[in-house]
């Protein structure tokens, strides 16, 4: 009998960090997600580029791979071969460009973008958001059947984002998810290594 495990990754939000950042990465990475997606697209690039060194140095102490967000350049002078690109952006990287990456995913919201996506070369896209959430309140959630026709449409894996709970995680996986990203939980839970543990009971 296969076990489909489905993989969990933490993506990064200064702004909800009650504590000093690097220590809430620190704790996130040592609870061992399957990646960190360090999303701070509002710094500059040369603010972005101070703290991306500094997170990639404590995701590698604890063998958790980090994805960079948005700074394409940066992630080349950093040697990061993996990247996260808005859609609008992928749109305009050239081939050499995304030759660098052996990791190029983006966030899609609909079907057609996320078939566009992998036309131009990504290895794994984030799809969303698929449940009620407090950092899209107000605006209703895509669900269920979005994620799986989306799973259905492309041959890459597929990440869902959105107001995922350890409830929710066995229908995420039902609809052909690869796996999910959380934000709010894990940029503010008190206990990343029990709130991960959590998710991860569901996982298996």
Avoid: W
């Amino acid at each position: 009998m296969i076990i489909f495990m489905c993989k969990i990754f933490c993506v990064t939000n200064q702004m909800l960090v009650k504590e000093d950042f690097l220590l809430r990465i620190e704790k996130v990475a040592k609870s061992a997600p399957d990646g960190i997606i360090l999303r701070e697209k509002d710094l500059s690039g040369q603010d972005y580029k101070i703290l991306a060194k500094k997170v990639m140095k404590i995701c590698a102490a604890y063998e958790v791979p980090c994805i960079l967000h948005t700074f394409i350049e940066e992630a080349q002078e950093l040697e990061c071969k993996a990247v996260h690109v808005p859609l609008p952006r992928l749109r305009t990287i050239s081939e050499e460009e995304k030759s660098f990456f052996s990791v190029l995913g983006t966030s899609c919201h609909s079907v057609g973008e996320a078939e566009e996506a992998e036309k131009l070369g990504c290895t794994y896209l984030i799809a969303g958001h698929i449940f009620e959430t407090d950092c899209k309140k107000g605006v209703p959630p895509r669900g269920l059947e979005f994620l799986k026709q989306v799973c259905k449409r492309v041959h890459i894996p597929v990440f869902a984002i959105g107001g995922i709970q350890k409830e929710n995680i066995p229908d995420i996986k039902n609809a052909g998810a690869e796996g999910c990203c959380i934000m709010s939980g894990a940029m503010q839970c008190a206990d990343p290594s029990g709130y991960l543990a959590g998710l991860r009971e569901k996982t298996k």
